[in-house]
């Protein structure tokens, strides 16, 4: 059964950094493209980064492109989003998400719908 555990969410002042982690567990994470999504309210749901299985390719959201930065480390089955500069048109619930079709990351990325697994969200909060 496959399980995405996200943390590190909170709330912090304009300008400040969070760093979210993904905890998966109950499918071979290293063999998925991975992703970070975000929905603010009365929004759709955003791809902001994914990564490739050996972490080698990066996308980016243009809106986030160089504040930023999406990892992974395959020894410990956990996922990361670096953010930095953060301002309040970041405010959202968080989601990581798997991707284990054939072409992983080199089709559609950014696009929630081609994601098969989805934890259940870390809330960032960025005031101004």
């Not at 309210?41 to 791809?47: D, L, S, T, Y």
Request: aromatic fraction near 10%.
């Amino acid at each position: 059964q496959v399980r995405l555990v996200e943390s590190g969410g909170g709330s912090v002042q304009a300008g400040g950094s969070l760093r979210l982690s993904c905890v998966a567990a109950g499918y071979t994470f290293s063999s998925n493209c991975m992703g970070w999504f975000r929905q603010a309210p009365g929004k759709e749901r955003e791809g902001v980064a994914a990564i490739s299985t050996d972490g080698g390719r990066t996308y980016y959201v243009e809106a986030v492109r160089g504040r930023f930065t999406i990892s992974r480390d395959n020894a410990r089955n956990t996922l990361y989003l670096h953010m930095n500069s953060l301002n309040p048109e970041d405010t959202a619930m968080y989601f990581c998400a798997a991707k284990s079709t054939p072409r992983g990351c080199s089709a559609s990325p950014l696009s929630s719908w081609s994601y098969n697994a989805w934890g259940q969200g870390t809330q960032v909060t960025v005031s101004s």
